[in-house]
């Protein structure tokens, strides 16, 4: 199974999950592309998959990188974003334009087919650390 990267699928909607950081003038996210029914959504990206303008979006203090405080803010309010309801869990439902169901069970790690932010969080900040090639703590 390929490796689950999250965090890349929520960059690559336009990264308009931004506008929960406290960075000034955030963009608003493109409506998620639903993959048609009977077909599965699109793979994950490597980590090294995320893009200079993505990061650049993140990069909040303007210093050239994305450190992890500034990563995982941004995951925060992806994953308040995402969780429309604002019962503290993410369905596949709710993620199945992100990830595909093997994915999403990669994500899932205590099987009750949902995802916590624990879970979450858990996960896009082991993303983080497999994009890190430097392990400096900086995404360039």
């Given at each position: 199974?390929?490796?689950?990267?999250?965090?890349?699928g929520f960059?690559?909607?336009?990264?308009g999950?931004?506008a929960?950081?406290q960075?000034?003038a955030p963009q608003?996210?493109?409506?998620?592309?639903?993959?048609p029914?009977?077909?599965?959504?699109?793979?994950?990206?490597?980590?090294s998959?995320i893009h200079e303008?993505?990061?650049?979006q993140?990069?909040?203090?303007?210093?050239g990188?994305?450190d992890?405080?500034?990563?995982?803010?941004?995951m925060?309010g992806?994953?308040?974003?995402?969780d429309t309801?604002?019962?503290?869990f993410?369905?596949?439902?709710?993620?199945?334009?992100?990830?595909?169901p093997q994915?999403?069970?990669?994500?899932?790690a205590?099987?009750?087919?949902?995802v916590?932010r624990?879970?979450?969080?858990?996960q896009?900040?082991?993303d983080?650390a497999?994009?890190?090639?430097?392990r400096?703590?900086?995404?360039k």
């Amino acid at each position: 199974m390929r490796r689950t990267m999250i965090a890349t699928g929520f960059l690559l909607l336009g990264t308009g999950f931004a506008a929960a950081q406290q960075a000034p003038a955030p963009q608003q996210a493109p409506a998620p592309q639903q993959a048609p029914t009977g077909q599965q959504a699109p793979a994950a990206q490597d980590p090294s998959a995320i893009h200079e303008g993505h990061l650049n979006q993140l990069d909040t203090n303007k210093d050239g990188s994305v450190d992890q405080a500034e990563y995982q803010t941004f995951m925060t309010g992806a994953f308040a974003r995402l969780d429309t309801n604002g019962d503290g869990f993410l369905s596949q439902s709710d993620l199945a334009s992100l990830l595909t169901p093997q994915q999403f069970a990669t994500v899932d790690a205590n099987g009750d087919g949902r995802v916590s932010r624990e879970e979450f969080m858990g996960q896009v900040m082991k993303d983080f650390a497999a994009a890190d090639r430097t392990r400096d703590g900086q995404l360039k």
